[in-house]
């Protein structure tokens, strides 16, 4: 019978996503670094909260944006419309992401 597990100070700290590979077949998600960063590093639950909220807000203001200017514009422009939309959609789900993990 073995004897109780060791683990090394460092592996205790850092979480599984940077002390072991993603499996194979899988490819890495391209923002997860990013999110990692985001939602690792944040020092407690309200502070969590507060950046999602903020990540939030920023989608409502890019998607107002998008949408105001081409309306006050004299003609509508496609690519800066769904650029904003896509900005938009990006920030809402970091800030899901970032919602969902302090719950």
């Known amino acids: 019978m073995r004897g109780p597990a060791r683990h090394s100070p460092i592996a205790s700290v850092m979480p ?3 002390t072991h590979p993603p499996p194979r077949g899988l490819p890495p998600a391209p923002c997860s670094r990013l999110l ?3 939602s690792y590093f ?14 939030y807000d920023l ?9 105001i200017t ?7 422009d ?9 900005a ?6 970091i800030g899901f992401y970032l919602d969902g993990k302090g719950g």
């Open 16 to 18: 599984l996503a940077l």
């Open 59 to 67: 989608s409502k203001i890019v998607i107002t944006i998008a949408a």
């Open 42 to 55: 944040q020092v407690n639950n309200l502070q969590r909260q507060n950046t999602a909220r903020y990540f």
């Open 88 to 93: 938009a959609i990006v920030l809402y789900f």
């Open 78 to 86: 496609a690519t800066n419309f769904w650029l904003g939309v896509t």
């Open 36 to 38: 990692f960063m985001l």
């Open 70 to 76: 081409n309306f006050f514009s004299e003609r509508f």
